[in-house]
Every structure is written in C-alpha cells, then in structure tokens.
C-alpha cells in the first residue's frame, strides 16, 4: 500500500509496515488520530481506525481483552504486521476505512462500514 486516493481528495500516503507488538506500535504510532491495517504474508486481515489515539488502537487488538476471535488468532498463530496512516478529518479516516475493507475484503473485519 502507498498512496490512498479516495473520492477526488488525495488523502496521504501509508507509512511503511512493522512487526505488530507493542513496543513497535510505542515506537513508531503516535497518539494521533488516523486508519491502520492489520496483515500476515497472506494478505491484510484487519482494517480499521482510531479517531482519537491510533497507538492506543493498535495496542487494544494486541490485549488480552481483544473480542474479534478472528484478529486474536492471527496474532497467536501468525506473523502479524501493522501498517498505519494519520489523518486528521473525520471524513478522511471514514473514507480511507470503506475504501480499503472494500478493496481487500479483510477476514477478520465484522462489520463493515
């Protein structure tokens, strides 16, 4: 993933992927509002979103209170990596969402927008 283009508004570019554990997420995802992507070398399984604290987001999947069986799996069993985007609006962040569960289909997302 690079350059998101939704509607006719140009909205960033996603910042390159890292191991999904904790100390990655407080490394490189500040506590700013914006969309992430969830993804193994099969494909990506998670979409979504933080409208107040993207690192607070990232780290709420990783906890042993996760309730999607499907994303706790994944990173039981798998190699999981994140990759994320800071956007600001409301709207660029609903946008960026629905274009991308659209466009992969994610597994593990439930519900989707």
């Not at 962040?93 to 519900?111: L, W």
Request: neutral net charge.
């Amino acid at each position: 993933m690079n350059f998101v283009k939704v509607s006719k508004m140009a909205v960033g570019q996603w910042l390159s992927y890292h191991v999904y554990i904790a100390d990655n997420v407080d490394n490189y995802v500040a506590h700013k509002p914006g969309n992430y992507c969830l993804l193994t070398d099969e494909g990506i399984f998670c979409v979504g979103k933080s409208d107040t604290d993207l690192n607070r987001r990232l780290k709420e999947h990783l906890s042993p209170y996760e309730t999607n069986d499907c994303i706790k799996y994944k990173i039981k069993y798998k190699i999981c990596f994140f990759q994320f985007i800071y956007a600001s609006m409301q709207e660029e962040r609903d946008q960026i969402e629905s274009y991308e569960i659209r466009r992969y289909n994610p597994v593990c997302n439930i519900q989707q927008p």
